[in-house]
């Protein structure tokens, strides 16, 4: 059941990391969250305000023939602007699932991949230079010569900073 569930999860971050990281996802999460942001919050100010107003109308609300306009314009408006404030927040959630997929896809890439920090191309445990760009991938320490992750800041083996 978890055989190979390593590499399996490193061959499906890396797609994901190559969209949601890539120009064009970042312009359209752009976008989405300029427009969205903006018509949430218009929407759900404008609910509010006809809440409040149709809530307060008072005896201001009925005249002689029936409902005033102090209470039919607020009952009436309230519907489209929530309509707008959930649609904004619909559209603002695009562009957020964007931001955190570009995230936790790097957060993964740190965790569970073995990758060229140059390039991004898969590299195994003991290559020295990746094969695609050929960036040196290792680092080695200067005190006791031990090869380390280039992710890593310090030697695994005597804790020495790495150069």
């Known amino acids: 059941m978890f055989r190979n569930l390593h590499e399996t999860i490193k061959a499906l971050n890396a797609d994901v990391k190559t969209v949601a990281n890539c120009q064009k996802a ?9 427009i969205g942001l ?16 149709f809530g307060t109308a008072g005896s201001k609300a009925f005249g002689e023939n029936g409902f005033t306009a102090r209470l039919m314009v607020p009952f009436f408006l309230a519907i489209p602007c929530a309509l707008i404030g959930a649609i904004g927040t619909m559209i603002a959630s695009l562009g957020f699932k964007i931001v955190i997929t570009g995230y936790t896809a790097n957060l993964i890439d740190e965790t569970v991949g073995n990758n060229c920090p140059n390039c991004g191309e ?5 290559t020295q230079y990746c094969p695609k760009c050929g960036t040196h991938v290792r680092k ?3 005190k006791c010569h031990h090869i380390n992750s280039h992710k890593n800041d310090y030697c695994e083996k005597c804790g020495n900073k790495l150069d």
Do not use: D
Request: aromatic share 6%.
């Open 38 to 53: 903006p018509l949430a919050i218009v929407g759900y100010a404008g609910a509010l305000v006809c809440f409040i107003l």
């Open 122 to 126: 898969t590299i195994t445990p003991e």
């Open 26 to 34: 970042k312009k359209l999460r752009k976008r989405l969250l300029a």
């Open 140 to 142: 080695e320490c200067s």
